[in-house]
């Protein structure tokens, strides 16, 4: 007798946030005999290459925000045909679930398995649940979140809720085994300062003059790695070459990021839900900066809950100023016992076996799903 071998169809696309936790979700179906497919769209083509999936498939999607009525009217006449494109793939692969990762791409296939009675699990990654699970929320079968408390999911959606946490990278993993590299009198200060696409901009301008606000013996004992977007990667390597750092390296974009958080004794980032996740994984005291105008202020409430435990200091835009991050730089070099207090906080928040977590909740959707039917 043939046994057939269950499909999970996963939904995520747009940025890697998305489809960084989709694809530590596929590794774990995988290897427990499950075929993983992948319905995504063509703006992250480039990084779904190497996704552990037997089949990727492609669906148009927009996205119905701003103030431009035709832009918002040609998004939805988008979607409408991305829906027509998934429910043909839906149909074809007889998915035993179908999983979204959060982002209007995955908008049209969730809702086509919604509509064709195929079960469906929403992973929402942030504190605040962005407007696209909320959309689909009420037809989805399981909501697993990445934080405990998880704000802004309809009082009408009836799923069954399960905290997971967000699947990490094997990366993540590996840099997790780290200690926190306890600072010694007379240490290198390692500081790594990231921010994304759009948060290496808000770094550039404060980080530097932060750092040359920094008493000269601070200033010498001070490695930095920093992101730098590429038009100001010159200026800002220029800036910091005068100071007679212990060390720089400045880059538009870092492969083993992980590792790099992991060596430092400090992180200054945007407080995207993987950061936060990450951070408290691998155990590493923060600054963090949410980025700012977000309609669902999800980066916000991510901070908030490594502070709330004593693991960062979250400062909003506004407040983080060259005097500002300098002074929290010279209490901690002073004060190193903190950053150990933090580490420690922090990691205490970390969940490493998320994406097994998960994997075994979409599972469970499946089994539940079946004996009802």
Not at 55 to 68: K, L
Not at 118 to 126: F, S
């Amino acid at each position: 007798m043939t046994v057939l071998t269950p499909t999970i169809l996963l939904c995520a696309g747009g940025t890697g946030g998305h489809l960084f936790p989709a694809e530590s979700l596929a590794h774990a179906l995988r290897a427990r005999g499950i075929r993983v497919a992948l319905a995504t769209d063509a703006r992250v083509d480039s990084i779904a290459g190497d996704f552990p999936a037997s089949e990727i498939v492609t669906i148009r999607s927009a996205t119905p925000s701003g103030m431009n009525l035709i832009r918002r009217a040609g998004a939805v006449v988008t979607l409408g045909r991305g829906f027509g494109d998934a429910a043909k793939a839906i149909r074809r692969m007889n998915p035993a679930a179908v999983v979204g990762f959060g982002g209007y791409p995955t908008v049209p296939p969730v809702l086509a398995a919604q509509l064709l009675r195929v079960p469906t699990l929403l992973h929402e990654q942030n504190a605040v649940m962005g407007r696209a699970n909320a959309f689909l929320a009420r037809g989805a079968r399981t909501i697993a979140t990445g934080f405990k408390d998880v704000r802004g999911i309809p009082d009408k959606a009836t799923a069954r809720r399960v905290h997971t946490g967000n699947p990490l990278r094997p990366a993540v993993i590996a840099a997790a085994r780290t200690p926190y590299p306890a600072l010694a009198e007379g240490d290198a200060f390692r500081l790594l300062v990231f921010g994304g696409s759009q948060g290496a901009r808000i770094m550039g301008e404060i980080v530097p003059p932060a750092v040359e606000r920094l008493p000269a013996d601070l200033r010498a004992r001070l490695h930095i790695t920093q992101q730098v977007r590429p038009e100001d990667l010159t200026a800002v390597q220029n800036r910091y070459l005068a100071m007679g750092l212990a060390g720089l390296e400045a880059a538009p974009f870092f492969k083993d990021l992980p590792a790099r958080m992991a060596a430092a004794h400090l992180v200054v980032s945007r407080s995207g839900a993987s950061t936060v996740s990450e951070l408290a994984a691998i155990g590493r005291p923060a600054i963090l900066v949410p980025l700012p105008g977000a309609l669902d202020q999800d980066q916000a409430a991510n901070a908030a809950t490594l502070e709330a435990i004593g693991g960062a200091i979250a400062l909003k835009q506004t407040a983080f100023t060259p005097d500002r991050l300098a002074a929290d730089l010279v209490e901690l070099f002073e004060n190193p016992g903190k950053l150990t207090t933090a580490a420690d906080a922090a990691r205490s928040a970390g969940i490493h076996d998320a994406a097994e977590r998960l994997a075994q909740v979409v599972v469970e959707t499946c089994v539940g799903t079946a004996a009802r039917s």
